[in-house]
C-alpha cells in the first residue's frame, strides 16, 4: 500500500466504529484485511457501503481501507458509509451539499434502549391475568 495522499476519518452508527483510509485509486475497498465481497455476504451491506461514492459520481476512483469493529453487520455497514462520506469531504468540499442532502454525513444517534426491571424488554410488559 504506497499511497500519494490518504484521508483519514471515523463513522459511528449504533455501537460500531469504522476508521476509514481513501485514496485515490481503482474502486477496490478492503474492510479488516478482507475484501468486501469476503466480509458482507449480502449484497445490501454492500450497496450500502457503496452508496456515497453513486452520489458523487465517483464508484471506481478511490481504493478504501477500513478497519471496524462493534455493533452488527448492518450497523457496521452504515459506519462505514458514513466513515467513506467524511473523508470524501476532505477531498472535495463541493460534494458537502448532495451528501448531506441524502443524510450520509449525518451521525445516526439511536442506540437501543436499555432493559428496565420487571419488563420483558425495554418496554415489553410481562402478560396481564385478569383471573
Do not use: C
Request: without cysteine; hydrophobic residues 35%; glycine residues 8%.
Amino acid at each position: 500500500m504506497v499511497e500519494a495522499q490518504m484521508y483519514r476519518a471515523t463513522g459511528r452508527r449504533k455501537s460500531a466504529v469504522a476508521q476509514v483510509r481513501l485514496a485515490r485509486g481503482e474502486g477496490r475497498i478492503v474492510v479488516n484485511d478482507r475484501g468486501i465481497e469476503d466480509y458482507f455476504g449480502r449484497e445490501t451491506s454492500r450497496m450500502i457501503v457503496n452508496q456515497p461514492f453513486d452520489v458523487i459520481e465517483a464508484r471506481d476512483a478511490f481504493d478504501v481501507w477500513v478497519n471496524v469493529r462493534g455493533g452488527g453487520v448492518s450497523a457496521q455497514a452504515s459506519a462505514i458509509r458514513h466513515g467513506i462520506a467524511r473523508a470524501l469531504l476532505q477531498i472535495d468540499e463541493t460534494s458537502r451539499v448532495p451528501l448531506k442532502r441524502v443524510g450520509y454525513l449525518t451521525r445516526d444517534s439511536r442506540e437501543v434502549e436499555r432493559k428496565k426491571y420487571g419488563r420483558h424488554k425495554a418496554r415489553k410488559r410481562p402478560q396481564y391475568s385478569k383471573r
